[in-house]
């Protein structure tokens, strides 16, 4: 399909008016952030995840491609923070904004480190208690 009949269907008009504004949109400022520089001179620069939904149609009811067309489009957007980059003395480091929701295999590898050191230290109680 070449380009001049392509732009007399209001359909593709239609759909190319709405992606041109979810491609606006999806600018990386958006995902990345602007830097944000403390005075300490700490800077934080913000992540977030975009969910991007899409939809349209439309039809030509009538033999003249001028008349009787019906049609709609739309998009939404979805931004959630994630975390944040923070630059400090050359070190950088991820600060997540929320903790990801667990189900109790991730509780228990996560409580894992604390259970092994509390039954260290219960070891090394009765072993005193045996030495003396």
Known sequence: MDNTTEKKNPLTELMRSTMDKVHAMADTNTIVGQPIITPDGVTLIPISKISFGFGGGGGD????????????????VKIDPVAFLVIKDGTTRMLPVAAAPMNTVDRIVDMAPEIVEKVEKIIDKKKEKETL
Do not use: D, L, R
Request: net charge positive.
């Open 61 to 76: 009811y009538g033999k003249n491609a001028n008349t009787n067309f019906g049609g709609g489009a739309g998009a939404g």
